[in-house]
């Protein structure tokens, strides 16, 4: 039983290895399109009018940027897959992305069309994500930190 049990052990790990790489290839196209979304809408407001950038245009443009930034940082956790490094090195990717991701909302919102219920949402979920991230920091720096 032992061996039939290494053997779709191995299996798996190629399997999960093989479609990781094909995450994160697929990835990869992701953030070339992210990233070039984001040049050409930079470019169109050097370019542009020189009176100011709106508002909404810099919402915008930080959408673009934060779009880019999260595919880079969930490309690194497929990368992580990929190599077989998994632990807490995922985790915090994972919490950076989801800070990130809510950080994207709050600047892309507009506030005068959500209710206060959902800002509050929000903001519990960045000091929850924040609060998790720094007991990480804290655990790794304190040398407290479980290995991998």
Known sequence: MTKLSNAIDAAYERFAASISMLLLLGM?????????????????VVIGAPGGTSYTTLQALFDALLGAIIALELAHSVHLM????????????????G???????????????????????????VIALGAIYATLLWLDRNGKMPKD
Not at 28 to 44: D, E, H, K, N, P
Not at 102 to 121: N, P, T
């Open 99 to 125: 800070i990130l991701a809510v950080v994207r909302k709050l600047i892309v919102v507009e506030l005068e069309q959500v209710s206060g219920v959902l800002l509050m949402g929000l903001a519990a979920a």
């Open 28 to 44: 990869a196209v992701v953030i070339l399109v992210a990233t070039f979304s984001f040049l050409r809408l930079t470019a169109g």
């Open 82 to 97: 990929v190599i077989g490094q998994r632990g807490f090195a995922q985790v915090r990717i994972v919490l950076v992305i």
